[in-house]
């Protein structure tokens, strides 16, 4: 089983940008699907963005247009970039490959 891990999260203003990354202790180049996912307090775990294959992607509606999600075969990585973000987009960010979660990285829109 491959292990996660998770970085890149932070404070951040409202319409700023942050870039996370989730580096895996394998190779990823069998691991047909990777994604993010999200947890705001109280809420359930949200699908993100998912990317199966090498570039076919998919968003919920909340974030397209600003969030662009890829992988990194040659260093094992999957990657988020959050662009305008807003308030509502707080939550701690979970990293999923194949059967494996990250630990989680915490984002925080705030003014």
């Known amino acids: 089983q491959v292990q996660l891990v998770e970085s890149g999260g932070g404070l951040v203003q409202p319409g700023g940008s942050l870039r996370l990354s989730c580096a895996a202790s394998?190779?990823?180049?069998?691991?047909?699907?990777m994604a993010w996912y999200r947890q705001a307090p109280g809420k359930e775990r949200e699908l993100v963005a998912i990317i199966r294959g090498f570039n076919r992607t998919d968003y919920a509606d909340s974030v397209k247009g600003r969030f662009t999600i890829s992988r990194d075969n040659a260093k094992n990585a999957v990657n988020l970039q959050m662009n305008s973000l807003r308030p509502e987009d707080t939550a701690v960010y979970y990293c999923f490959a194949g059967t494996s979660w990250g630990q989680g990285t915490q984002v925080t829109v705030s003014s």
């Open positions: 394998r190779s990823i180049n069998n691991i047909y699907v």
